[in-house]
């Protein structure tokens, strides 16, 4: 059993920058690919970006390469996830995942465990 635990969500106005933590406990965390996901109201939960179970490979929905980068220190089992440039469709509940596969990191399948979720709000 993994759980996670989101921070660092929160208001900010547009172009501006937040980082999302997400901290991981129970089984070994440097075994698991990690992945962020974000639901708007009435959406579907959708993929915003992952990382590898080393960090060595990261990927990105398109609409977020540039500006938002994810990365892991396994040492303190958390992953982050650095957003800048926000927008107010950026805003969301962000969700961290955790999954023991190193593929097809873009779908919810993969992942075997969630968080509860950080709300991030985006002003005009």
């Known amino acids: 059993q993994v759980q996670l635990v989101e921070s660092g969500g929160g208001l900010v106005q547009a172009g501006g920058s937040l980082r999302l933590s997400c901290a991981a406990s129970?089984?070994?965390?440097?075994?698991?690919?990690m992945g962020w996901f974000r639901q708007a109201p009435g959406k579907e939960r959708e993929f915003v970006a992952a990382?590898?179970?080393?960090?060595?490979?990261?990927y990105y929905a398109d609409s977020e390469k540039g500006r938002f980068t994810i990365s892991r220190d396994n040492a303190k089992n958390t992953v982050y996830l650095q957003m800048n440039s926000l927008k107010p469709e950026d805003t969301a509940v962000y969700y961290c995942?955790?999954?023991?596969?190193?593929?097809?990191?873009?779908?919810?399948?993969?992942?075997?465990?969630w968080g509860q979720g950080t709300q991030v709000t985006v002003s005009s």
């Open positions: 995942a955790a999954g023991p596969l190193d593929s097809g990191l873009g779908s919810k399948t993969t992942y075997d465990y």
């Open positions: 129970g089984r070994t965390f440097s075994r698991y690919a």
């Open positions: 990382i590898s179970w080393s960090g060595g490979r990261r």
